[in-house]
């Protein structure tokens, strides 16, 4: 850990130097508000820490050691609901309590051009911070925001080089090298999560894509991300387990800001680049089924598989899936209110099953019973008959919102 020379005078952070070292950058504003200083980019990767010869926060330890904000830490903020207030106004966060029995802590985000480029730390030793440690910070942000700007842009940059190489890969357009290149072997397990926010036209793509690569970064996890169309997808070197993980983490890590309402679909796992396209189809279209469904928020595509295959069917046929007799059983509970479709849907649901589809109706097997016979009489369907009951489920699939559904 870098020491501090002893005898340094604090002063308030001045502008010389501070686009040359960050380094020197942070021991500038460690003199201005009293206390060691650690500046990290909007990622909360640490870019540079003050000098400090008294004892350690366990904290600030962490976060140097690791390279990043620890994980603990960035609970706490989610939690507390900071860190929201980090990455969108530019007042100073005080934080009295924190993991390990944290010391105070003051947080000021760093903004550039509108834009959210890094986060200054101060943490309180055993001497209080200055009086003025905050319009210090402040001052501080301003002037360190140029230079997080500038990396904010390299890191751009390479997140965008990175993305087209990503989408031709998924694409089925990448070569081995490039596969490689992205850190994913051609012998490893990869799976492919497509990331949709809740309002895609209220979500920023970038807000999306930044929090997604956060959530990676604090799981250290091998994986790339880019914008595909109107979600993002990950690649990430995973077993079907490890993908789910990483799709929770997503979720949680959103907590209950702007992307709180985040759906995901995750893929298979295979092996080899020439699975990458069929994993990729697989998660979005699992991500179109997570979407209808709004009780959760990740969805395996195993899982869903056999419903996306019937409503894909259902829709390709769409104006030709027709059964007489589910037209008479329609027209007869519009003229006498009765629920023939409703009883017939249940049953088919149940896996034809006389007592699943009662008990899921709150009746008596017998009514149930009496139900099914008058189905058969008014539909003049064969029940018995396992093409028929294939069809009669497809076609009340096909128009769910046609009277007697």
Same mark, same amino acid.
């Given at each position: 850990?870098? %020491?501090?020379?002893?005898?340094?005078?604090?002063?308030?952070?001045?502008?010389?130097?501070?686009?040359?070292?960050?380094?020197?950058?942070?021991?500038?504003?460690?003199?201005?508000?009293?206390?060691?200083?650690?500046?990290?980019?909007?990622?909360?990767?640490?870019?540079?820490?003050?000098?400090?010869?008294?004892?350690?926060?366990?904290? *600030?330890?962490?976060?140097?050691?690791?390279?990043?904000?620890?994980?603990?830490?960035?609970?706490?903020?989610?939690?507390?609901?900071?860190?929201?207030?980090?990455?969108?106004?530019?007042?100073?966060?005080?934080? *009295?309590?924190?993991?390990?029995?944290?010391?105070?802590?003051?947080?000021?985000?760093?903004?550039?051009?509108?834009?959210?480029?890094?986060?200054?730390?101060?943490?309180?030793?055993?001497?209080?911070?200055?009086?003025?440690?905050?319009? &210090?910070?402040?001052?501080?942000?301003? $002037?360190?925001?140029?230079?997080?700007?500038?990396?904010?842009?390299?890191?751009?940059?390479?997140?965008?080089?990175? =993305?087209?190489?990503?989408?031709?890969?998924?694409?089925?357009?990448?070569?081995?090298?490039?596969?490689?290149? $992205?850190?994913?072997?051609?012998?490893?397990?990869?799976?492919?999560?497509?990331?949709?926010?809740?309002?895609?036209?209220?979500?920023?793509?970038?807000?999306?894509?930044?929090?997604?690569?956060?959530?990676?970064?604090?799981?250290?996890?091998?994986?790339?991300?880019?914008?595909?169309?109107?979600? /993002?997808?990950?690649?990430?070197?995973?077993?079907? &387990?490890?993908?789910?993980?990483?799709?929770?983490?997503?979720?949680?890590?959103?907590?209950?800001?702007?992307?709180?309402?985040?759906?995901?679909?995750?893929?298979?796992?295979?092996?080899?680049?020439?699975?990458?396209? *069929?994993?990729?189809?697989?998660?979005?279209? &699992?991500?179109?089924?997570?979407?209808?469904?709004?009780?959760? %928020?990740?969805?395996?595509?195993?899982? /869903?598989?056999?419903?996306?295959?019937?409503?894909?069917?259902?829709?390709?046929?769409?104006?030709? $899936?027709?059964?007489?007799?589910?037209?008479?059983?329609?027209?007869?509970?519009?003229?006498?209110?009765?629920?023939?479709?409703?009883?017939?849907?249940?049953?088919?649901?149940?896996?034809?099953?006389?007592?699943?589809?009662?008990?899921?109706?709150?009746?008596?097997?017998?009514?149930?019973?009496?139900?099914?016979?008058?189905? =058969?009489?008014?539909?003049?369907?064969?029940?018995?008959?396992?093409?028929?009951?294939?069809?009669?489920? $497809?076609?009340?699939?096909?128009?769910?919102?046609?009277?007697?559904?």
């Amino acid at each position: 850990m870098r %020491q501090q020379p002893e005898g340094t005078d604090r002063a308030d952070p001045a502008p010389a130097g501070f686009a040359n070292d960050l380094f020197a950058i942070a021991d500038q504003v460690a003199a201005g508000v009293g206390g060691p200083v650690i500046i990290e980019d909007a990622g909360f990767r640490v870019l540079a820490y003050s000098a400090y010869l008294g004892e350690a926060d366990r904290g *600030r330890t962490e976060a140097i050691l690791g390279r990043r904000i620890p994980q603990e830490w960035l609970d706490h903020l989610q939690a507390s609901n900071l860190l929201a207030r980090l990455v969108t106004s530019r007042e100073v966060v005080e934080v *009295r309590d924190g993991p390990w029995q944290a010391r105070r802590r003051l947080i000021v985000g760093v903004h550039e051009h509108g834009r959210h480029v890094g986060v200054i730390w101060a943490t309180e030793t055993d001497r209080r911070l200055d009086r003025d440690a905050r319009r &210090a910070l402040l001052r501080a942000a301003e $002037l360190v925001a140029p230079a997080l700007h500038r990396h904010a842009e390299s890191l751009a940059a390479e997140s965008d080089r990175r =993305g087209r190489q990503l989408r031709a890969i998924l694409d089925g357009r990448g070569s081995a090298a490039a596969v490689a290149e $992205l850190g994913f072997p051609l012998t490893g397990t990869t799976a492919v999560l497509a990331v949709g926010p809740d309002e895609p036209e209220r979500t920023g793509q970038s807000s999306l894509l930044a929090h997604v690569e956060l959530c990676l970064d604090s799981l250290h996890q091998r994986a790339a991300a880019a914008w595909f169309g109107r979600h /993002v997808l990950v690649l990430a070197r995973a077993d079907e &387990a490890g993908a789910l993980r990483i799709g929770h983490e997503i979720v949680r890590l959103a907590g209950s800001g702007p992307l709180a309402g985040v759906r995901i679909g995750v893929s298979t796992a295979r092996r080899g680049p020439s699975a990458l396209p *069929r994993l990729r189809e697989e998660a979005v279209r &699992a991500l179109g089924a997570v979407r209808s469904a709004p009780d959760q %928020q990740v969805v395996r595509f195993g899982d /869903v598989e056999a419903e996306l295959l019937v409503r894909e069917v259902c829709a390709t046929m769409a104006g030709r $899936l027709q059964l007489a007799g589910i037209d008479r059983l329609r027209a007869y509970d519009e003229h006498r209110g009765s629920d023939l479709v409703t009883s017939l849907r249940t049953y088919l649901d149940a896996a034809c099953s006389l007592r699943g589809a009662a008990k899921a109706l709150g009746v008596h097997p017998t009514t149930m019973h009496y139900r099914l016979t008058r189905v =058969g009489e008014v539909s003049g369907l064969d029940l018995h008959d396992p093409e028929v009951r294939l069809a009669a489920g $497809l076609v009340l699939r096909l128009r769910p919102d046609e009277p007697g559904a």
